[in-house]
Nanobody, 119 residues
Framework: QVQLAESGGGLVQAGDSLRLSCAASGHTLTINQMAWFRQAPGKDRAFVASIHWIGNNIYYDESIKGRFTISRDAAKNTIYLQMNPLEPADTAVYYC????????????WGQGTQVTVST
C-alpha cells in the first residue's frame, strides 16, 4: 500500500504562484509514476501533469503547459507542482496519484487540496 498526502493549496489572486506538494509513504519502492489531476466544480477529474521514474519522462496537459512545472525529490518521496501564473480557470481540487503498474495507470490517490484563484 502507498499513502499520499497533498499540501500547499489555498486562496490566491490571478497571477500569483503556488507550489503543491505530495508526500508518498508506505511501499514507495513499488511506485513507477506519480501525477497531478484536478477537478473543477461541476467537471470531471482531469489530468494535469505526470512524472515517470523510468526514463524520467514528464508530461503536461496542454492547458497548463508553460505555466506549471512538475518535479520530484526522490530522497523525500515527494513530488511538487509549481503553478505560475495562476488563472481563475485553475480553480479546482488538486489530487496527487501514484501508479505501480503501466505508465497510464494510477492505483493510489490522495485526498486532494483546494486551489482557489480569484480575479
Amino acid at each position: 500500500q502507498v499513502q499520499l498526502a497533498e499540501s500547499g493549496g489555498g486562496l490566491v489572486q490571478a497571477g500569483d504562484s503556488l507550489r503543491l506538494s505530495c508526500a508518498a509513504s508506505g511501499h514507495t519502492l513499488t511506485i513507477n509514476q506519480m501525477a497531478w489531476f484536478r477537478q473543477a466544480p461541476g467537471k470531471d477529474r482531469a489530468f494535469v501533469a505526470s512524472i515517470h521514474w523510468i526514463g524520467n519522462n514528464i508530461y503536461y496537459d496542454e492547458s497548463i503547459k508553460g505555466r506549471f512545472t512538475i518535479s520530484r525529490d526522490a530522497a523525500k518521496n515527494t513530488i511538487y507542482l509549481q503553478m505560475n501564473p495562476l488563472e481563475p480557470a485553475d480553480t479546482a481540487v488538486y489530487y496527487c496519484a501514484a501508479g505501480i503498474g503501466p505508465p497510464v495507470d494510477y492505483d493510489y490517490w490522495g485526498q486532494g487540496t483546494q486551489v482557489t484563484v480569484s480575479t
